[in-house]
């Protein structure tokens, strides 16, 4: 099936897309600088300029949109145009993800992930929770956090 607007059109619209400062991560930077967390934003000197770095803590964390890193959620579906593009591009998408986390890993960076699907959609948590779920990962020893919605 061919797409229902032009190339011109359709590039306009995907260079639109946010890559920083995403409503997810507003919201999640919002409420950790209320509850007195300090961090930085995408620090360029650390592999995969996290979103939130938190120095403090010797933790990252990445706000992740499900679709452009392939979350096994209900808010991913491969598109059904140009299937073996969206596919390469999401496969490529998750192994950089992997190889980032493995880098900050090296460097002694504890990861955190927090998945779109935990704050929107049908399957979405109480932001409390996630609030919640983020504290406890920082003041432990943890090296991984993984936040998605109720599946």
């Known amino acids: 099936m061919a797409d229902i607007v032009d190339k011109a ?24 600088h209320k509850a007195g967390y300090r961090y930085r934003l995408h620090v360029k ?3 995969g300029k996290p979103d939130l770095v938190f120095p403090k803590h010797k933790a990252v964390l990445f706000i992740n949109g499900c679709f452009w890193h392939g979350h096994n959620c209900h808010l991913f579906k491969i598109p059904s145009t140009r299937k073996d593009f969206w596919q390469e591009k999401i496969l490529r998408n998750a192994s950089r993800d992997r190889e980032v986390f493995q880098k900050l890993k090296d ?9 779109e699907c935990s704050l929107k959609g049908r399957d979405r948590l109480k932001l409390a929770d996630i609030l919640t779920k983020i504290s406890l990962w920082l ?5 991984f956090l993984e936040v998605r919605g109720q599946c």
């Not at 460097?107 to 998945?115: A, F, K, Y």
């Open 107 to 115: 460097l002694d960076w504890r990861v955190g992930v927090i998945w």
């Open 9 to 32: 059109t359709r590039s306009r619209m995907m260079s639109g897309i946010k890559g920083k400062n995403t409503k997810p991560e507003l919201t999640i930077r919002h409420f950790l």
């Open 45 to 47: 000197e650390l592999p």
């Open 139 to 143: 003041n432990s020893d943890d090296y």
